[in-house]
Structure formats: structure tokens, C-alpha cells
């Protein structure tokens, strides 16, 4: 298999990134501050050349063509989560709310993360004056012409409520390759806005693309921000 050798892929290894998405079988109006009543179902990393699934439910054999997968059962998450270097940074994308306090409460992990949901949205409000938004991944993907290559089509992006049909509707093989391929538009936004200091979003005042400056490594929140938060 002839796997991707890029920017991206060379940024993420000489930085210690890896890209996660952690999913929950569960609706989306449930109380946040209550992560004793979530369960985590199924969970993806990416590192820039191969995806870990995590899902008992995944009959394995999930490879995509240019990137290797490695598919485990959940009840190995906690001990690969052991196994990463301590000084690496988890990455995602609307996943300060749930999915890294998912880990940090199950696997009690420490590592350093950053949000580019959060990111994106803080300093837009910034930059240009306004109230927070946070922008959906495929929005902001497609304003930055930020590519997936799992899915047939950027369309074919699941929204949580599509994803909460698709995994009770047993079709579970969708839902990973939903995580993927998002897992995938992270990573390559994150190094794009990385590399150019900068993100495009559309000004609603003039509705046009303007670019808005980005500081990367001033929103990476340390290790044990979480624990120490709860503390």
C-alpha cells in the first residue's frame, strides 16, 4: 500500500500531533456536566499516516486507500493510550465539551489538547469584533478547501443526529468512516492553519472571505487542564 507521505503528515510527526473523535450513542440534548451517563462507543486517531479505530462492532479490514487502518476492540483503547509519548497533542475539532473529557474520565489521559473549533471561533470574534460562532467542520473545511479523500463526497458528512440513525440503524461501518474522515479534515486544517497563521471564514457583515490570524500554540491548553479543573 502506498501511504501519504505530505506537509501534513511531516508537520504532525515532527509536532507530536494526533487527531481524534471520540462518538456516543447518545442524544445530543443530554446534560454535558453529567459524563457518568456517557458511553464511549467507538473512537478514532489519526497521526497523519494511520487511523486507530476503536469499536467492538467493526469487523476489521477498514483500509482506505493511501493511509493504513488499525482496528482494535475498545477494551484495548486504555492500554494504546498508555503507550503514546507523554508530549504529544490531542487535536479535534468541537471536542473540549465531550470527547477529551470522555478520555480524560475513562482513561484518565494527560496530555496536552486543542480544540479548533474553539479556536477558529475565538479568534474570529476577535479579529473581527463579534459575538463567538462556532462553525460546523464541513463550513469551515469548505472555506479553507480542506479535502477529505474517505468519504465519496464532502456531502456525504454525517450531522450527530445523522450519526445517531446510521449506528442505531447498525450500519456501523458508516459511522467509522464518518469519524475518519473527519479525524482526516482536522488534521489537514490544523497544519494549514498551522503553516499559514491564518484561517478563511466569510464576514457576515459582507459576506464575503476575508482571512483572520490564527496563533496555534497560544489555544493548545497544557496537560491536565481537565483534571486540574475538576480538582
Not at 68 to 97: C, F, Q
Request: positive net charge; glycine residues 4%; contains cysteine.
Amino acid at each position: 500500500m502506498k501511504v501519504h507521505f505530505n506537509r501534513m503528515s511531516y508537520w504532525m510527526d515532527k509536532e507530536k500531533i494526533v487527531t481524534f473523535r471520540v462518538f456516543t450513542a447518545q442524544s445530543d440534548d443530554k446534560d454535558y456536566t453529567r459524563l457518568d451517563t456517557f458511553n464511549l462507543d467507538a473512537a478514532v486517531f489519526f497521526n497523519g499516516k494511520t487511523f486507530y479505530v476503536f469499536c467492538d462492532v467493526i469487523a476489521k479490514g477498514m483500509n482506505h486507500r493511501g493511509y493504513k487502518t488499525v482496528v482494535h476492540e475498545r477494551a484495548h483503547l486504555g492500554e494504546w493510550l498508555k503507550a503514546l509519548p507523554s508530549d504529544i497533542t490531542l487535536m479535534g475539532y468541537n471536542s473540549t465539551k465531550l470527547d477529551y473529557q470522555l478520555l480524560v474520565k475513562a482513561y484518565g489521559v494527560n496530555f496536552k489538547t486543542i480544540d479548533l473549533m474553539d479556536v477558529i471561533g475565538l479568534s474570529v470574534a476577535e479579529e473581527l469584533a463579534l459575538e463567538k460562532k462556532r462553525y460546523p467542520l464541513r463550513t469551515v473545511a469548505r472555506w479553507n478547501s480542506i479535502k477529505q479523500t474517505i468519504l465519496p463526497h464532502l456531502s456525504w458528512f454525517f450531522n450527530s443526529v445523522e450519526m445517531f440513525n446510521e449506528w442505531f440503524n447498525q450500519r456501523f461501518r458508516n459511522v467509522a468512516k464518518n469519524l475518519c474522515a473527519e479525524c482526516e479534515m482536522t488534521a489537514k486544517l490544523g497544519a494549514r492553519v498551522r503553516r499559514k497563521g491564518e484561517v478563511r471564514v466569510l464576514d457576515p457583515v459582507t459576506e464575503k472571505g476575508v482571512l483572520v490570524p490564527v496563533d496555534f500554540h497560544a489555544h493548545v491548553l497544557p496537560s491536565g487542564f481537565f483534571a486540574n479543573e475538576e480538582e
